[in-house]
């Protein structure tokens, strides 16, 4: 089922908006298939090797479904373009408010709307500012239902035991003189990270001297979507990974004292 999601998920856009090419929709669709392949090998194999924290649900759950989210409602629009209903309507109004409230200076989202080019039509300039505030926001949302489960559902403990090297797989504990130190360096470079790159991407092509949306072939709302979304999800999954790795090493460092007081009381009892 969540390797089914995942090739639907990345095929959505493809199958609800229409002008592309049949090749490009084959090929999107041989990526959906290996992507879902690969969720299902990763799934079905007693140990993880790339999907972390794949036993404390519901960390990767929240980042599928908010992205799945954004995604169906900014294919949604797009494929109303021509036609819109009451609901697309309804979703682009609402696009259009948030990105007037983050449309602000040196903003992340005034940052991208700077990089469009002043000849770009009218209503691709509105789709691109609808997919950015949408994205943006979501991916903000994201980040504070996951601290919040965090804080007050005292993940990922609620459930059971937590295994560290099952849920995180990719990190390597034999580097660095302390587990715990490592993990709160490394929680405080993807926070950290996750934070500024909003803001430093878009700077960054700015710098170069190009336009993320110069390329005609970009400025399609296939496309569209899924630039303006890695731009927005990828640095929250950033922050929800420090996160996550910095309430590791709050449970290791708990488990720790508790069995040095253990051993403590067992010598006073000696």
């Known amino acids: 089922m969540r390797a089914i999601m995942v090739a639907i998920l990345i095929a959505l856009p493809s199958l609800m908006v229409s002008q592309v090419a049949q090749e490009a929709n084959q090929i999107i669709l041989l990526i959906a298939f290996v992507a879902g392949l690969l969720v299902f090998a990763e799934y079905f194999a007693h140990s993880p090797i790339i999907i972390e924290f794949r036993f404390a649900a519901p960390y990767n759950r929240i980042k599928f479904t908010s992205l799945a989210l954004v995604i169906l409602i900014l294919s949604s629009i797009a494929r109303g373009a021509n036609d819109p209903g009451s609901l697309t309507l309804l979703l682009s109004d609402l696009g259009r408010l948030i990105r007037a409230g983050l449309d602000f200076p040196y ?16 209503v691709m300039v509105d789709f691109i500012g609808i997919a950015v505030g949408f994205s943006y926001t979501a991916s903000l949302v994201m980040i504070v239902i996951f601290a919040l489960m965090v804080r007050i559902l005292g993940w990922p403990v609620r459930r059971g035991a937590f295994n560290v090297w099952k849920n995180l797989p990719l990190f390597d504990p034999t580097r660095g003189r302390d587990v715990v130190q490592k993990l709160n360096r490394e929680a405080g470079i993807y926070i950290s990270l996750g934070f500024v790159l909003p803001f430093l991407l878009p700077v960054g092509v700015a710098l170069l001297g190009g336009s993320m949306f110069e390329s005609a072939s970009l400025l399609h709302p296939q496309r569209l979507i899924w630039v303006i979304s890695a731009w927005a999800f990828f640095p929250a999954s950033l922050v929800m990974r420090g996160i996550a790795m910095h309430r590791v ?10 069995v040095y007081a253990q051993a403590e009381n067992a010598l006073q009892t000696v």
């Open 107 to 122: 903003s992340p989202v005034r940052q991208v709307l700077l990089l469009v080019p002043p000849h770009t039509p009218m």
């Open 249 to 258: 090493a709050e449970l290791i460092t708990a488990k720790r004292r508790r």
